[in-house]
């Protein structure tokens, strides 16, 4: 992986011989692969739910024995911060009947089932099971463990894993927590997201975030004067990316986010967008094989920047250039079945499009059945 002084040093010889970052070929996507059914529920389980999905903003669960419960994706999920201030999550439902859970705080935490009255620990073990001497004695009560999905908080957000598998976090947010120093801050805070259904597979949404061959068109006429159109470097670490895109030419005394934007891609649907005041998170989740749920959260260093009124008009910004992709991304997906293209072609400067389809490709055959 290039250090963000490497990074510089290429932008400026890109810049200075007018050179472009390209893939090795051209290459293509078959356009069935947004429409096959069978296809995309394979990439749910195999891909969508086996890797970090961020959920909610670290806030809502910011003291010990907060907790926070909601459906993601359709899967009732609870969280709530233990007595070592871990973030433990959980499948909302009580191994007895599956009721719906509670966090109490006496003297201490549990989560308590108003069916019966069953509680859990926050390390999700039972607790206290009403009658259990009479009528449950003879069953391990370690059977009766809470579902706990791995979780683990970065960038200002908690992200979590549906299908409950180990995951190596750490791996996923590498490039970002080393980049750390340069860029100056990690957001903490989230302000008020914006969310909505769109009518297109996911995939062509993710896409549209793995380019910047569309900018100085799609959104004309916001970006068609960058200095540097289509310049962007980037560089991959397993299935994630780091992309540096240059607004202006970098010089000694200018910090990174100063002249570029950065965007790290946490694959398979997560984008954390660097500004040099705040991050925009961007999730794309699929739910269905044509909808799509776009979040977009703002997420921000310090209480003080909440009220910022620059990074308010940059969050008005991005919603207009998102408001831009939508529309073509759902004529996009309304042209899928008419025939036109049997493939899509990703030109070289779309090289990372290619590899993610490959990543997702190689994701799903490497699965233990
Ligand atoms: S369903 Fe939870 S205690 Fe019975």
Redesign the pocket.
Known sequence: MKTLQQIQQQALLHMEYGRLELGPSVSANPVSSYLDLALYEKEMDGIVKKRPLPWIDSSKVKNVGESYSAEFLGVPIIAVRDEQRKIRVYLNA?R????QLKVVKEEQIKLV?P????SYSTNGNPSEIPERQNCFASVSSTAFRLKELPAYEAAGMIWIILSQDEFSFPSAFQQLLEDREELGFLPRHALTEKSFIANFNWKLGVEAFLEVYHFTHAHAPYLAQLQFPNLSISDTQGENCRIVVPLRKPSEDTSLLQWAQVMYFIFPSSFLLFYDDHVALISLLPLSINQTLFRAIPLVPSEASKTDSKIQQKIDFLEVIIGQDIEILEGIQKGLQCKANRLFTFTRLEYLLAKFHQDLHVGLSTQVP
Do not use: L, T, V
Not at 96 to 99: D, E, I, K, L, Y
Not at 115 to 118: A, D, L, R, T, V
């Open positions: 009580c007895h009947r599956g009721a089932c069916f019966h009255g069953w």
